[in-house]
């Protein structure tokens, strides 16, 4: 009640910014920090600048005519991460593949769109990709299975240039990438893709996201991370080594030939 008081409102408007489910203005959260002893003039100055970040759109809603409102919330998720973890059986990770690759994929899920919905599509994938090159990049450790980088998504050669794309990128000091042979037989995430976010903030628990056709389930309950990131290490143990990726990749690459 004191709290509300402070920031002109009530003791019921404090419960839905603590619940998330407001959005804060700059003046009211310098007003608690004052009423909340906080003296720290850089600590201030830090959650002054998350309050004033918070209220900025992302990058992404300049997207918002083909961007689904539950993968908004991954995009957030991404851009705040400091390590990202993904399985793909499928296709390629949307964060490195190509604009060709990537085209084809969109046209697997939207073949009966105008042109310059895909072209909008095809834009977004290659933003995100930004992330992975910005001065505080996360660190990517993707784990791919075998079958993603031998089947020809948009036909063979730009399948070509999708593993080209993949060897340069496994160059990057932040990106880390693995195969799952064929003949490593079943594995550890017989349940699909998947993928677990980390933050910088160590009060934020990880994020596991599992994309389905029209819509994602975003899991943060111990239990359940635990058992995702337990998945993970076995995938991580069951691939070839970091080491052999480029190996793996070039051998992927001749075949395709």
């Given amino acids: 009640e004191d709290a509300g008081w402070e920031i002109r409102s009530s003791e ?33 100055t830090r959650l002054l600048a998350l309050a004033r970040d918070a209220n900025n759109p992302g990058w992404w809603h300049r997207f918002g005519d083909v ?28 964060l490195l593949q190509t604009k060709e690759y ?9 073949g009966r769109a105008k042109a310059d919905e895909i072209d909008r599509r095809v834009e977004l994938r290659m933003a995100r990709q930004q ?28 399948m070509r240039g999708q593993v080209d794309a993949l060897l340069e990128a ?11 042979p064929f003949n490593a037989g079943g594995h550890a995430a017989a349940g699909g893709a998947f993928t677990i976010l980390r933050f910088p903030d160590q009060d934020l628990p990880d994020v596991v996201y599992i994309e389905q056709l029209t819509s994602a389930l975003y899991l943060d309950k111990r239990d359940d991370v635990d058992l995702y990131a337990e998945a993970m290490e076995r995938l991580c143990v069951e ?6 990726t480029s190996k793996v990749l070039e051998e992927i690459r001749r075949d395709l030939e």
């Avoid at 992330?131 to 730009?158: Q, Y």
């Avoid at 691939?239 to 052999?244: E, F, L, M, N, V």
């Fill in 67 to 94: 961007l689904p409102n539950w993968f908004q919330s991954y995009l957030g998720l991404e851009a705040a991460a400091a390590l990202i973890r993904t399985y793909e059986v499928q296709f390629v990770p949307g």
């Fill in 102 to 110: 990537a085209r084809a994929v969109v046209l697997l899920g939207h």
């Fill in 131 to 158: 992330v992975l090159t910005r001065p505080d990049a996360p660190k990517l450790w993707v784990v791919v299975d075998e079958a993603a980088l031998r089947r020809p998504i948009g036909g063979i050669d730009i």
């Fill in 12 to 44: 019921s408007k404090i419960s839905r910014m603590e619940l998330g489910r407001v959005g804060f203005k700059e003046r009211d959260v310098a007003d608690l920090l004052t009423l909340y002893g906080l003296d720290d003039d850089e600590e201030r």
């Fill in 170 to 180: 496994n160059t990057l000091p932040n990106v880390r990438l693995q195969v799952i």
């Fill in 239 to 244: 691939a070839r080594p970091p080491t052999d």
